[in-house]
């Protein structure tokens, strides 16, 4: 029963381009949620997080959006950088230091 | 200052036999999780530890089990290996209480293949 889902295992975005990574989940007692990059042969590194009291936040490019009614949260990357191109991790926590990831989106941004 | 240090990386195992991974917190972090991460699944949380106590456990069978030292530093092991158990072993440490904040710090991890 996968609670955390990224229905999109690939993205190809253009240098300069914004990049959407989409996550659903089915747990409503999730009230953080949190997004990392991972690179090949290194772990998953933390980008920006967002609590459920909060529908938005930024860190510089990246900007999380939180729809609790939909049970949806998107990353948003502007603009996206080769540097950029990575998988991308959601993952969910019911105010425990336990997480529930997503299985991941390869973003590759292209120039 | 130093991260997450996972040792060792690469692991060598044959199906039967146990292995004990190693993970060293960055320091005054005392929140160690262990994650499992396959092709399949994805990242999966194995346990979770404070101050020597298991917090939190993921579903995973008995074979799997971990345990923290008085300096946070972690070990997991794994007994009776199968070949479903090859996988990148990560390990996250925190700060108390700041981690779904400021997220928590992976480790390179552990591979382990079993065959």
């Known amino acids: 029963d996968q609670q955390v889902k990224q229905n999109s295992p690939s993205l190809s975005v253009q240098e300069g381009r914004i990049s959407i990574l989409n996550c659903d989940y089915t747990?409503?007692?999730?009230?953080?949620f949190l997004w990392y990059k991972k690179y090949p042969a290194e772990g998953p590194t933390f980008l920006i997080s967002?609590?459920?009291?909060?529908d938005k936040n930024e860190d510089g490019r990246f900007t999380v959006f939180l729809n609790k009614s939909a049970k949806h949260l998107s990353l948003h990357i502007v603009p996206s950088q080769p540097g950029d191109s990575a998988v991308y991790f959601c993952?969910?926590?019911?105010?425990?230091?336990?997480?529930?990831f997503g299985t991941g989106t390869r973003l590759q941004v292209f120039p | 200052k130093a991260g997450v240090t996972q040792t060792p990386r690469y692991l060598i195992k044959t199906r039967g036999q146990q292995v004990t991974l190693s993970c060293s917190p960055i320091?005054?972090?005392?929140?160690v999780s262990w994650y499992q991460q396959t092709p399949g699944q994805g990242l999966q949380f194995l346990f979770e530890?404070?101050?020597?106590?298991?917090?939190n456990k993921g579903n995973f069978p008995g074979r799997f089990s971990g345990r923290q030292f008085s300096n946070s530093r972690s070990e997991m092991n794994v007994s009776t290996l199968e070949l479903g158990d090859s996988a990148l072993y990560l390990c996250?440490?925190?700060?108390?209480?700041?981690?779904?904040?400021?997220?928590?710090?992976f480790g390179s991890g552990t591979r382990l293949t079993v065959v």
């Open positions: 996250a440490s925190s700060l108390q209480g700041v981690g779904l904040r400021y997220g928590y710090t």
């Open positions: 747990n409503s007692m999730f009230d953080y």
């Open positions: 967002i609590s459920s009291i909060k």
């Open positions: 993952a969910a926590s019911d105010r425990t230091d336990k997480l529930i």
């Open positions: 320091s005054g972090h005392r929140s």
């Open positions: 530890y404070f101050s020597e106590t298991q917090r």
